[in-house]
């Protein structure tokens, strides 16, 4: 069998270097087989089969298998600032061509991370976008955090005009005034019959308003998940382009007010082709999200979440109108890098308000 | 002083191939006239081996299966000129328009700039042939000669000075007449004339130029009178004139007229590709890019109104602005496919008018050691497509008003060009404080706010993520503005911390879920909304 094997891989031209395989091949054969093959080893076709064979190896030379130790190995990503010293001190920074997700709840300091790895980016002049899920930034915030504002691309996805037809939400401060523009207000003409929704706005208003709360969170309930795909939809498609396109410094994925429940149904293979279409690009790609979706894809996984509620402290017995919010304190852990093997850790930071000071 | 001369032969044929390249290989005859007194007036070689000749009316054409038949186009034609003459004034600033089918260069000086005269003539020749035409170029030492030659001789002639006489000699008596014997440039006496000469020469047994060259030029001018000794002239390629130079307006335009309305995308797309590619031609050959591209389609029966086109007598017309001077006919082709998918025209199309408005191509270079910025065209492509994706308004830079209105700002074009400011007086900050960032709801959340002694102590709101009881509050600011407008606002505004009970049993939240929200009382419209979450 071993002498099969040999002729076999010699007649296509390719010696054997290692044969360590073929001789467990030969050791898990039946007996009978290895005395057969002894028998034939002896016999002269065999012999001069062999010779033949090896001074045909002896004249090719053998295949050259590079060890393990000297294969290419990928080289380390730049590392760039994310604009908060803390942050750079616990990972070493934003890892370019590569995917970082920034997760944790509401009032974590997501944003606000997002928002100093952006003026970090364009102050080394780079271009920036924001794919932003729920068209959630702040400009003014933006601003106050040093981020360039003419080198920020910011995609809004979300529904406006579902929005317009459903809603009977008003936002503060429009033209409209009470009485005059909503569709509550709107029912009631002058003369004509009086409706039970006014006849109980007039009995109990805040009862009408809270049911009309609710009435608007069951559909909304409902159409929540509508609109959460076909804003992922346009989420990845439109970040698909921006990366197809290329020369941005730092692509951020503003997944931050989507229900992990909507955010899971992002396939995992996105974020593959996610991850290879950064690689070997100055890239940075941002996730910010509630919880970790990218899986594996990421190389930078950073859960960030309130450090402590001093801020908040109930027993503070100031008035309210001597108290400012002065800022968050913000705790970090290095969940997952796979740039270091350094156990997981974590750091504590501070941000400010634009008014503190 | 050397001169150039391109001379497009069988110009409403050479016009009507430049629209259409695809008759390239088919016979092909041009059509004049009203219905049904239309003739034939100019046929290709195709055409006249298939026994078609000028004059044949249209139902005798018609006999002919293989036959393409097309109508005299002046839109075609003028476009045509519009590039004739674009070709001419890419190598020589002196430029004669001649007639529509010649026009007439002075290469003095352009020897040094362009190379030898041959080299010069042949990149015209290959000039024209880009811009669509196939043209005769010859180069003399004087205007008329160049002129006789192009329309003597195809292809690409030189003329060594002192050789005019020698090298025309051959050419027929009836190059002279071109001009007069053509129908629709010259009044019917001067045609006459020139019928007449021709005829007297003729019947003298004058043939060729040389022979009218040979002839004695007294007996000449007996009998012929000073035109004969003109003509005379021209023969020997001895005559002498001063351009009368013409600066063509910087207009690139294009059209075609449809036989059969298009009533799809993408024939329109096949059509708009051709008219984009002549035009980027015509504006590369002037040294031009462009900034803005005019887009109008008349339509057949124009019934349904798109107000956010300009619409005028049936017209649909599209305006595509460009941060940045481009010339790719291919970027531009898919901008337009972009924006006709976003705003069809609604009615069949019978005719497409396309322009440009000229601009100078951007001048930047990179530096080596600056960080990468996105490719204008790639940006244009993509910012085009996410727009159609999410919305014309809703993809762009953003730009702070100076206003204390919330919401303060607005959309812009995003353009990856950012003027350098003086290092002076930067408007950042070099290491500026981590800011508390507010990520807003919009629209703001309406909330049902139970007040205690004035100040919210309870929150319910549609998002179950933002609500609860109220831990801690600092308030209210007041802000107000725009009083004297109808836009007047005016609110109270609270930062509060909540509870939140829809999250307490959170693993995420670890028990601990409060977060911190800005809530505003609108003051004039009335209600509670939480605008935010500080994050």
């Not at chain 1, 601003?143 to 939400?169: F, I």
Request: glycine share 6%; hydrophobic share 40%.
């Amino acid at each position: 069998m071993s002498s099969a094997v040999v002729s076999t891989s010699a007649a296509l031209g390719r010696p054997f270097v290692f044969d360590a395989d073929a001789d467990a091949e030969v050791r898990s054969l039946p007996v009978a087989n290895r005395r057969d093959q002894a028998e034939a080893q002896e016999s002269p076709i065999a012999r001069i089969l062999q010779s033949t064979i090896k001074n045909q190896q002896s004249k090719i030379p053998p295949a050259r298998v590079t060890p393990a130790s000297q294969l290419e190995i990928r080289p380390a990503p730049e590392m760039v600032s994310s604009g908060v010293p803390a942050i750079d001190a616990l990972t070493g920074g934003l890892p370019r061509g590569c995917l970082t997700e920034l997760c944790g709840p509401a009032s974590s300091g997501r944003t606000t991370l997002l928002l100093a790895a952006l003026a970090a980016a364009t102050r080394r002049g780079e271009f920036c976008a924001v794919v932003d899920a729920s068209d959630a930034l702040d400009p003014q915030s933006a601003a106050a955090a040093g981020v360039d504002l003419e080198r920020l691309l910011w995609v809004r996805c979300g529904e406006d005009l579902s929005r317009k037809k459903n809603s009977p939400r008003r936002p503060p401060s429009t033209p409209l005034r009470a009485g005059s523009g909503t569709e509550e207000n709107g029912n009631q003409k002058e003369g004509g019959p009086i409706s039970r929704s006014s006849l109980a706005r007039e009995a109990c208003p805040e009862l009408v308003e809270w049911v009309g709360i609710f009435a608007q969170a069951t559909f909304d309930d409902r159409t929540n998940s509508r609109q959460s795909e076909h804003r992922l939809e346009q989420v990845l498609r439109a970040t698909d382009l921006l990366l197809e396109s290329g020369g941005f410094g730092l692509i951020a994925l503003d997944l931050g007010d989507l229900q992990p429940q909507a955010a899971r149904h992002i396939p995992l293979t996105t974020w593959f082709r996610f991850r290879r279409a950064v690689e070997y690009t100055p890239t940075i790609l941002l996730t910010v999200e509630q919880r970790p979706i990218a899986g594996s894809c990421s190389s930078l996984l950073l859960q960030l979440g309130p450090a402590d509620r001093s801020a908040a402290d109930p027993e503070n017995t100031t008035p309210a109108h001597a108290r400012l919010l002065t800022g968050l304190n913000i705790n970090a852990d290095l969940i997952r890098s796979r740039l270091d093997r350094k156990p997981a850790r974590s750091v504590v930071f501070a941000t400010k308000t634009a008014w503190a000071g | 002083m050397p001169f150039a001369c391109i001379y497009v032969p069988n110009f409403p044929l050479a016009a009507a191939l430049r629209a259409e390249p695809e008759l390239q290989p088919r016979a092909l005859a041009i059509l004049e006239g009203k219905p049904p007194l239309e003739t034939i007036i100019a046929v290709n070689e195709k055409a006249a081996g298939m026994g078609i000749t000028s004059g044949m009316t249209k139902a005798q054409a018609e006999l002919c299966a293989e036959l393409a038949l097309r109508p005299r186009s002046a839109l075609q034609e003028s476009a045509a000129h519009a590039a004739l003459l674009d070709c001419a004034q890419s190598f020589s600033p002196c430029v004669e328009d001649a007639a529509c089918d010649t026009a007439l260069l002075d290469l003095a000086g352009m020897e040094s700039l362009l190379g030898s005269l041959p080299e010069i003539s042949r990149a015209i020749y290959s000039r024209a042939a880009a811009l669509g035409l196939e043209a005769n170029v010859a180069v003399a030492s004087n205007p008329d000669a160049a002129v006789l030659a192009a329309r003597g001789f195809a292809g690409v002639t030189v003329i060594p000075a002192g050789k005019e006489a020698e090298q025309l000699g051959p050419l027929p008596t009836e190059v002279l007449f071109v001009n007069h014997l053509q129908e629709d440039r010259r009044e019917g006496d001067e045609k006459k004339a020139a019928a007449r000469l021709l005829e007297t020469l003729d019947r003298w047994g004058i043939r060729n130029l040389r022979g009218l060259a040979a002839l004695p030029e007294v007996s000449l001018s007996e009998r012929l009178g000073q035109e004969g000794l003109r003509l005379q002239q021209l023969a020997r390629g001895a005559a002498s004139r001063t351009l009368v130079p013409v600066e063509a307006p910087p207009v690139f335009e294009e059209s075609v007229e449809l036989e059969h309305s298009i009533v799809l995308l993408e024939p329109l797309a096949f059509l708009l590709n051709r008219l984009l590619e002549q035009i980027c031609a015509r504006l590369g050959s002037r040294a031009l890019a462009t900034q803005e591209l005019r887009l109008t389609l008349e339509l057949e029966n124009f019934s349904a109104l798109n107000r956010q086109s300009v619409i005028n007598n049936q017209q649909f017309v599209r305006t595509l602005r460009l941060p940045l001077p481009m010339l790719d006919a291919k970027v531009f082709l898919k901008l337009l496919q972009l924006d006709l998918n976003a705003h069809p025209p609604g009615a069949p199309i019978v005719k497409i008018h396309l322009a440009a408005e000229p601009a100078r191509p951007r001048s930047a270079q990179a530096g080596l050691f600056l960080p990468p910025s996105p490719e204008p065209e790639k940006l244009e492509l993509t910012l085009a497509r996410i727009a159609g994706l999410v919305g014309e308004n809703k993809v762009g830079a953003l730009e702070l008003l100076d206003t204390h209105r919330p919401e303060g700002f607005r959309m812009r074009r995003f353009v990856a060009e950012v003027p350098r400011k003086s290092s002076k007086t930067p408007d950042v900050p070099e290491e500026p404080s981590i800011v508390t960032a507010l990520r807003r709801f919009r629209p703001p959340l309406r909330a049902h706010v139970t007040l205690e002694n004035g100040q919210p102590t309870h929150l319910v709101c549609q998002k179950k993520d933002v609500q609860g009881e109220v831990l801690w509050r600092a308030g209210p600011w007041r802000f107000s503005g725009d009083w004297w407008e109808r836009e007047a606002w005016s609110r109270d505004e609270w930062d509060i911390a909540l509870q939140n009970n829809a999250l307490q049993n959170d693993a995420l939240s670890n028990g601990d879920a409060i977060s911190f929200c800005r809530l505003v009382h609108d003051l004039l419209g009335g209600g509670w909304f939480v605008e935010g979450t500080y994050d």
